[in-house]
């Protein structure tokens, strides 16, 4: 009888280490499913925040290029403008051969006309194109006042992105 006390005693003491082992083995493994989880999250923050960071950068490229291209048509209207008034101020052949001056009504009515018509056409900047970066792509086009970007990064993971394009005066 005393022998079989000290069997069943070893069997419980067994019974309960193995019944520790599987608890601990399921703490354990319940503790590295949150680490790696949170190691997932930590790193698909950190591509978004990079594709994010892409996309900034490729925002003010593109502003950069609308300016730089708005001080250019600028530049060309100023010489329009410059060009209109010389005309004005042209000498005009007549049909009898005389020189008179040209009158400001008659070649202001015209010039009101083509400048209506210039007010007319929208001033659209269609920017549109690629830029590379060490750790992923963007892809970048505008439309009705904003800049869509769509960052590819070299994981593969597609993010997109929209921004306001400054409003023309």
Known sequence: ??????????????????????????LLQFY????????RIV??????????????????TVRKEIEDASKFSDSHVEVKQTEKEEKKEEVTETKQGTEEVASPSKTDSREKLEETKEEETPKT???????????????????KGWLL?????????????????????
Request: charged share 15%; net charge neutral; glycine share 6%.
């Open 43 to 60: 790193l698909a923050n950190r591509e978004g925040t990079e594709a994010y960071l892409m996309a900034e950068l490729t925002k003010d």
């Open 149 to 169: 970007v769509t960052v590819t990064t070299t994981a593969g993971h597609d993010f997109s992105y929209s921004f306001p394009l400054p409003s023309e005066k």
């Open 1 to 26: 009888m005393f022998i079989n006390l000290k069997k069943r005693s070893k069997a419980g003491v067994m019974l309960y280490a193995l019944l520790m082992v599987a608890v601990f083995s399921l």
């Open 32 to 39: 590295l499913h949150c680490q790696l989880a949170e190691s």
């Open 125 to 143: 900047t269609n920017a549109q194109g690629n830029l590379q970066f060490s750790k992923g792509s963007s892809h970048y086009h505008s439309e």
